[in-house]
């Protein structure tokens, strides 16, 4: 039964991925249709529309073997081989560099957003309290 929950999460995945396909093939945007299905993903769990709950194993699945992904790209850079040379090297290491630098900025805007959220909540916590202590009088 687990299975059958884990192939209709992936499903309903595939679905949004779909719609993003859909949505470009008809726009002609030039973003991917997979980006674009991501969006839409995002906006139905932002929304409440759908819940975590329904896609969670199967994303779950999907993530344990995203390294199996990578194989085909790893294995085309044979068919480049500048890729191995000077130039090629600083490319990876731009690549490298820009990673490092995409990691750092999101976790400080990540670290901001949960400090923000943090304060609002002891906010409500403290706004709470102080109507509590007003209605005990």
Do not use: C
């Amino acid at each position: 039964m687990e299975i059958i929950r884990t192939i209709v999460q992936i499903g309903i995945i595939i679905l949004f991925y779909l719609a993003g396909e859909f949505i470009v093939s008809i726009t002609g945007i030039i973003i991917p249709g997979s980006i674009i299905g991501l969006v839409i993903l995002w906006l139905a769990l932002y929304f409440k529309i759908l819940n975590v709950k329904y896609i969670q194993d199967g994303a779950g699945f999907m993530l344990a073997f995203l390294t199996l992904f990578f194989i085909p790209s790893t294995v085309a850079v044979i068919n480049y081989p500048e890729l191995l040379t000077v130039s090629g090297g600083l490319f990876i290491l731009a690549v490298i560099i820009s990673t490092i630098f995409t990691l750092v900025i999101t976790g400080k805007i990540s670290k901001l957003i949960e400090r923000k959220e943090r304060k609002m909540k002891e906010e409500e916590n403290i706004a709470a309290s102080t109507v509590n202590s007003i209605h005990h009088k």
